[in-house]
T-cell receptor, first 114, second 112 residues
Framework: KAGVTQTPRYLIKTRGQQVTLSCSPISGHRSVSWYQQTPGQGLQFLFEYFSETQRNKGNFPGRFSGRQFSNSRSEMNVSTLELGDSALYLC?????????????FGPGTRLLVL | SQKIEQNSEALNIQEGKTATLTCNYTNYSPAYLQWYRQDPGRGPVFLLLIRENEKEKRKERLKVTFDTTLKQSLFHITASQPADSATYLCALVLAGTYKYIFGTGTRLKVLA
């Protein structure tokens, strides 16, 4: 099976712009989670989607949003970018997102905000 | 406040020795704890899961312990090799929340 894919891999934006990141989970996986990783804060949970519904959300401002499509693919949007949004954004998928499951991570999208 | 701490940012050990990494947490009641490995420029890769009612789990050269009284997990790599050099992350899984709380990671370097 192909792994989790994320596009684009690298992105440069300027403050105030918005950005959309895409994640394709492993075939058959219905749960997709998004994380932000920075050197100072580590890996922080953004949100989790299952069957097109957001089931859980981390402590990020409303500028961060996401959605999931019927084929389980997911997108994450960040509006009004700030310098502090520069990070590696990781998506992870699992079959149903239960707490007993392994998460499979994609390679990430590295976002640089200038 | 709730937090997870991994013992140190970086750990250097000699090849062949046992590496021991620590994950401490406060104010959580996790159902499970997982350990991941992350190489530069890549996403984390799952290594081991241990449940709250399990004391120890092993997989090849890897061993994880979980002490819910001390609120601590230890991750051991025996007979370490340079190829084991990576960042290791622990993650708490809160029961029924579909939410993973990650530690900041320990960067392990195994010296040849």
């Amino acid at each position: 099976k192909a792994g989790v894919t994320q596009t684009p891999r690298y992105l440069i934006k300027t403050r105030g712009q918005q950005v959309t990141l895409s994640c394709s989970p492993i075939s058959g996986h219905r749960s997709v989670s998004w994380y932000q990783q920075t050197p100072g804060q580590g890996l922080q949970f953004l949100f989790e989607y299952f069957s097109e519904t957001q089931r859980n959300k981390g402590n990020f401002p409303g500028r961060f949003s996401g959605r999931q499509f019927s084929n389980s693919r997911s997108e994450m949007n960040v509006s009004t970018l700030e310098l502090g949004d520069s990070a590696l954004y990781l998506c992870a998928s699992s079959p149903v997102g239960s707490d007993q499951e392994t998460q499979y991570f994609g390679p990430g999208t590295r976002l640089l905000v200038l | 406040s709730q937090k997870i701490e991994q013992n140190s940012e970086a750990l250097n050990i000699q090849e062949g020795k046992t590496a021991t990494l620590t994950c401490n947490y406060t104010n959580y009641s996790p159902a499970y704890l997982q350990w991941y490995r992350q190489d530069p420029g890549r996403g984390p890769v799952f290594l081991l899961l241990i449940r709250e009612n399990e004391k120890e789990k092993r997989k090849e050269r890897l061993k994880v312990t979980f002490d819910t009284t001390l609120k601590q997990s230890l991750f051991h790599i025996t007979a370490s090799q340079p190829a084991d050099s990576a960042t290791y992350l622990c993650a708490l899984v809160l029961a029924g929340t579909y939410k993973y709380i990650f530690g900041t990671g320990t960067r392990l370097k195994v010296l040849a």
